[in-house]
């Protein structure tokens, strides 16, 4: 890829679109008060997201090993020993390595997806939303759902 910088506007061109380096740098220098929303461990790491979209994962002994800014603001994390799993006010859940470089879409609802867990053998994703639907999918490949529980 080719990136191209210029001082002037402070944007950042890569491959014919401009993307803002500002904005991102801002949020991930956490100004305007940002609080922890959701924290997820596992063997190797944790995993933490904030109301400001920021995700970050950190080692055992606290240092911090990656940091990106999602897409929507995420409501929920789940960690595995490979990757990180969050879900967004859109309704979406995503799969992140845990360098939180490659980013993969797992499923979507038609509301908000209120929490989600990942079974202890990581067969299945559990995730409810705020229409009280809760979905049981087949992790990773959650476009194979298992049940809805409805009326619950």
Sequence with gaps: KAVVSTQS???TEENGKEEKSDKKE???RAEGRPFITGIATCDECIAV??????VETFDR???KQA????I???TSVQVTNS???ISDKAGDAYSYTLSLVDRKYLLGHVSVVMDM????DHKFLVTCDRDEKIRVSHYPNCYNIESYLLGH
């Design 9 to 11: 506007t402070g944007k």
């Design 26 to 28: 801002k949020i991930l």
């Design 49 to 54: 997201i904030s109301n400001n979209k920021v």
């Design 61 to 63: 002994t606290f240092q």
């Design 67 to 70: 940091s990106t800014v999602a």
């Design 72 to 74: 929507k603001r995420p």
């Design 83 to 85: 990757h990180v799993i």
């Design 117 to 120: 867990v990942i079974t202890p």
